[in-house]
């Protein structure tokens, strides 16, 4: 009995020896030739199914059983016909390649290469579907793979969440603060509510602030035997106007940073900043050179927008700064050195600083409603 014209699946999925068949959804179906010893051993799901008997006369009309059909061959060393029974799966051909690729040694065939998310998606819907539990640990980490993870952490978030996947989530969330939040529409934001996408703005928002201020302080913390070139030079100018400055000290603090209201977040964290290292006035610190504040300031807007610690080591922005030092004559020689040492330095106190930031977000109401078994 045909239900409708199939091709052959091309290898590894056209082994002689193979004992079931399973035919993609395509208007043009191919159809699988595998192992039910495979399939049990990947999926429980597959192994409750391989236990419920096999009908006499397959058909597609008989929903009671997954048999829809059967390929028959002549063996012709027992001389008799060989039944294959062939089950009808929801999935196309794209996908049943990938998943029952996932599912073979690697010894028959190389792992299957996934080059793009949507591929990914389906995969993995297919693989929950039939409780796959060790494809799935797979492609939990081919979501966070550097060609996925680093160009498109938004989607790669979404698509995390949506499965409860929360260390995934959370490291792509940490990767979209390489990035300004008000990037364009992806189809992916589908997949969660717009109050955990409000979270996960506030979440980048709260690191840029915390990135920001730790620029910002850095004047503050310098100290008068400190070697660098910016503190130990007292030839060329200080900064224009005073990276930090606190009237009446850390308590009663009015902020002279430049464009920076008292009250904002960033003169309130040094503020505290200021309390926690015991800072009682900034008339106490070295007065260091403008350039490198300048350069300082133009890192504390940059980390505002992509707050993480690379960053900081931006070529641009340091090139302009050493620039400025070529000025002076004790500076320029030793700018670029110092300025690469330092950039390292502060690059991983930001990210010391934004590993404390926490993503309030959970897999609760949200999740289930945005989940594959309830679309």
Not at 311 to 318: E, G, H, L, N, Y
Not at 321 to 336: L, Q, V
Request: hydrophobic share 40%.
């Amino acid at each position: 009995m045909t239900m409708s014209r199939a091709i052959p699946a091309p290898p590894p999925f056209d082994h002689s020896e193979a004992d079931v068949i399973l035919r993609s959804s395509d208007k043009e179906p191919l159809d699988f030739r595998v192992f039910k010893l495979l399939l049990s051993l990947s999926s429980p799901f597959f192994t409750e199914i391989f236990t419920l008997p096999q009908p006499a006369t397959p058909s597609p009309e008989n929903t009671s059983s997954p048999y829809a059909d059967e390929y028959s061959s002549f063996d012709p060393v027992t001389l008799k016909h060989r039944r294959i029974p062939i089950i009808q799966m929801a999935e196309d051909q794209e996908t049943l390649s990938y998943l029952l690729g996932l599912c073979l040694p690697i010894s028959i065939a190389p792992q299957p290469h996934f080059s793009s998310l949507e591929t990914l998606l389906k995969v993995a819907e297919a693989a929950i579907k039939f409780e796959m539990t060790g494809i799935q640990a797979h492609l939990r980490a081919e979501l966070i793979s550097p060609r996925f993870i680093e160009a498109q952490p938004l989607r790669v978030f979404a698509i995390a969440y949506r499965y409860a996947w929360d260390a995934e989530a959370r490291k792509a969330a940490r990767y979209t603060l390489r990035q300004p939040l008000n990037s364009s529409f992806v189809n992916e934001l589908s997949y969660i509510s717009a109050a955990t996408f409000f979270k996960l703005q506030e979440y980048h928002r709260t690191c840029g602030e915390v990135a920001s201020s730790r620029a910002l302080l850095q004047p503050a913390l310098a100290e008068k035997d400190d070697n660098w070139a910016w503190v130990a030079c007292k030839r060329c100018p200080g900064p224009l106007t005073k990276p930090i400055g606190f009237v009446g000290g850390p308590s009663n603090a009015t902020s002279t940073f430049t464009n920076t209201p008292p009250s904002s977040p960033i003169a309130l964290a040094a503020r505290f900043t200021f309390m926690a290292l015991g800072i009682q006035s900034p008339s106490t610190q070295p007065e260091t050179r403008g350039w490198w504040v300048e350069w300082l300031q133009e890192l504390a807007k940059e980390l505002e927008v992509k707050p993480w610690g690379e960053t900081v080591r931006k070529w641009d922005p340091m090139n302009r700064a050493i620039e400025k030092a070529a000025a002076c004559t004790f500076c320029g020689p030793r700018a670029k050195k110092d300025l690469d040492w330092y950039a390292q330095i502060l690059s991983a106190e930001i990210e010391k600083d934004i590993s404390s930031v926490r993503l309030d977000i959970s897999f609760g109401d949200d999740w289930a409603s945005s989940s594959p078994s309830n679309a």
